[in-house]
Nanobody, 124 residues
Framework: QIQLVESGGGVVQAGDSLRLSCAAS????????MGWFRQAPGKEREFVSA????????YYADSVKGRFTISRDNAKNTVYLQMNSLKPEDTAVYYC?????????????????WGQGTQVTVSS
């Protein structure tokens, strides 16, 4: 079991960058596929990105491909989401999630553990 705490959100202008962090507690973090999801006001939560336990495989939603980069540091029990060229439509609460069995990385129900979320607001 792991607990997840996101940080790094904020208010930025279009074109700016932010780096989100997700710190995990628990000894088994390195075995988990880790994902980022987001939920905009009035919308369903959607997949953003995921990374395999080793970091060798990464996955991105089409809407963020080429702008966002996911990475992890298993020694620090932390996963990151570097967000560049931010757009107003990236405005959302961003959630970190952990999947202990490496199911479909883009599917929300595969993830057993969730953080509380961090707000990202991008103004035009």
């Amino acid at each position: 079991q792991i607990q997840l705490v996101e940080s790094g959100g904020g208010v930025v202008q279009a074109g700016d960058s932010l780096r989100l962090s997700c710190a995990a507690s628990g000894r088994t973090f390195s075995r988990y596929t880790m994902g980022w999801f987001r939920q905009a006001p009035g919308k369903e939560r959607e997949f953003v990105s995921a990374i395999s336990w080793s970091g060798g495989r990464t996955y991105y939603a089409d809407s963020v491909k080429g702008r966002f980069t996911i990475s992890r540091d298993n020694a620090k029990n932390t996963v990151y989401l570097q967000m560049n060229s931010l757009k107003p439509e990236d405005t959302a609460v961003y959630y970190c999630a952990g999947d202990p069995v490496s199911g479909n990385p883009g599917v929300e129900y595969e993830y057993d553990y969730w953080g509380q979320g961090t707000q990202v607001t991008v103004s035009s």
